[in-house]
């Protein structure tokens, strides 16, 4: 079973298109994050959502909007995509407990903007 | 920001050598540590972690070291083996709060 799976895998679209990236995660954990990843291998942190309500909003544009139906998802919606829209983005969930913070991932989303 | 016109360093080493990762950090105030490995077309994967009251761990072939004095942590791979060419990323976060600041990276080629 994967514990992290985002859909879809591969994501190529035209710039000022609208699309969305899909997050589950079977951990049972509490707190779900988006990060993107640049081509220099970047890795830097968008939203984070703690049982559905958002906690770290990282100056990302309002064309990015994160949403948390309920804690075991956290999808990605992006509107009028542009070019340097284009990365890796990575969904993961953790269980933050006595200052531990270990992060599980999915597998990443290459989106490509045209 | 982002890191634009940085390159992604580079450490090449033989199969069967020792590889050291380095990693400077920069919050005096970050107390939890972690060390993620991230293969290609994957997303990172958790190697070790290192709290701040601790100045060395190691796991299975890995060694992770702390220096606070100097903001510095490192990862040591014992017998480097081809399946450890990854990108290695080293992480830093303050207790109890779910923002966990990620380094540059480091690439490592292991040479057979």
Request: aromatic share 10%; with cysteine.
């Amino acid at each position: 079973d994967t514990a992290v799976s985002q859909t879809p895998k591969y994501l190529v679209t035209q710039m000022g298109n609208d699309k969305s990236i899909k997050c589950e995660q079977n951990l049972g954990h509490d707190t779900m994050y988006w990060y993107k990843q640049d081509s220099k291998k970047f890795l830097k942190i968008m939203f984070s959502y703690n049982n559905k309500e958002l906690i770290i909003n990282e100056t990302v544009p309002n064309r990015f909007s994160p949403k948390s139906p309920d804690k075991a998802h956290l999808n990605l919606h992006i509107n009028s995509l542009e070019l340097g829209d284009s990365a890796v983005y990575f969904c993961a969930s953790s269980q933050v407990r006595n200052s531990y913070n270990e992060q599980f991932f999915g597998p990443g989303t290459r989106l490509t903007v045209l | 920001g982002e890191s634009v016109g940085l390159h992604l360093p580079t450490l090449s080493v033989q199969e069967g050598d020792n590889s050291i990762i380095n990693c400077a950090y920069s919050n005096s105030a970050s107390d939890y540590f972690i060390w993620y490995k991230q293969e290609s077309g994957k997303g990172p994967q958790f190697i070790i972690d290192i709290r701040s009251n601790m100045d060395k761990r190691q796991g299975q072939r890995v060694t992770v070291l702390l220096n606070k004095t100097v903001k510095h942590l490192s990862l040591q791979i014992a017998a480097t083996q081809p399946g450890d060419s990854a990108v290695y990323f080293c992480a830093e976060n303050i207790g109890g709060y779910q923002k966990v600041t990620f380094g540059t990276g480091t690439k490592l080629q292991v040479i057979p």
